[in-house]
């Protein structure tokens, strides 16, 4: 699927192709607003750190590959992690840096970190976006020291996936119109065996938003949108396993020693 993404309204008429990196610059007001076009990360973030141990020794290092603006700090608090964000993105990463992370401009595909350096290597809602994931997963396992933890997030590619993500999806306000490009959504069992090439046994499971929850978001967004300024809190939507992995999944794995 090729065709264009255009920027929201309040950001002016700017019109870029799907997965164009400089969406994230368009956006850059929204990662840390609790109710915007990224609040779905929040709550990815919230699940994907329940993956993450403790730190069981000093100076434990956590990478964050494709980091963005640095949503998973909050929820690494108190687990002990040194937090070392990496992405492309230098708006994104000027917030990350405000809210803690030790950042890098990187590509996920060529880590200018050491091998074996991370205790923790994780990559939260990134391989969908990068053409070359397999090289990315590559710098991942090569990152982790032996029995360390991999943990991830990602869209896969099923037509469900593209129906629900990009069809539904992007025209609710859960998904930012053009983020994704379907094309580069990552076969599940693909992603298993690339991890096993480089030492991480991934063991994956499906997940979803809480359907309550989604449904008291969306009508507190669109009550927000027609009333400005009313008082619209409410539960966050929390991300619940479920039996098909065939939209989106999470995946945790150790590096073999
Ligand atoms: C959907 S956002 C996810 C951000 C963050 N992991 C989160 O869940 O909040 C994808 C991020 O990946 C970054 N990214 C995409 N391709 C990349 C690449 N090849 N190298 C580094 N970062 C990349 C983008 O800049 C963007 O910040």
Redesign the pocket.
């Known amino acids: 699927m090729r065709d264009v993404a255009a920027a929201p309204a309040s950001t002016g008429p700017r019109v870029l192709p799907r ?1 164009d ?1 400089r969406q ?1 610059d368009d956006l850059a007001g929204e ?1 840390w607003r609790p109710d915007g076009a ?1 609040a779905m ?2 709550w ?2 919230e699940a ?1 750190a329940a993956l993450v141990p403790p730190a069981t020794r000093p100076d434990a290092l956590l990478v ?9 700090a909050p929820h690494l608090a108190g687990k002990g992690y040194r937090h070392v ?5 230098r708006s ?2 000027v917030q990350a840096a405000e809210h803690g992370v030790t950042v890098l ?5 060529a880590v200018p970190l050491p091998d074996g350096c991370a205790d923790v290597v ?5 391989l ?5 994931w397999p090289r ?1 997963v590559a710098e991942a396992c090569r990152l982790l020291r032996p029995g360390g933890v991999l943990v991830l ?1 990602t869209l896969n590619d099923t037509a469900l996936a593209r129906l629900v993500a990009v069809r539904i999806g992007e025209r609710l306000p859960t998904v930012p119109r053009g ?1 994704h490009d379907p094309q580069l959504f990552v076969d599940a069992r693909s992603l298993v065996a690339e991890c096993a090439r480089h030492g991480v046994e991934l063991r994956l499971r499906g997940i979803r938003p809480q359907v309550g929850g989604l449904v008291g978001w969306l009508l507190r967004r669109a009550r927000a949108a027609r009333r400005p300024g009313a008082v619209t809190a409410g539960r966050t939507p929390r991300i619940v396993p479920t039996r098909s992995t065939a939209v989106l999944y999470q995946g945790r794995g150790v590096r073999n020693g």
Do not use: K, M
């Open positions: 997965n990196p994230y990662w990224f990360l929040h990815l973030a994907r964050d590959l494709g980091c963005g603006a640095g949503l998973l964000g990496v992405d492309l993105t994104a990463l401009q990187a590509d996920v595909t994780s990559a939260g809602e990134l969908e976006h990068v053409p070359a990315a997030d983020i």
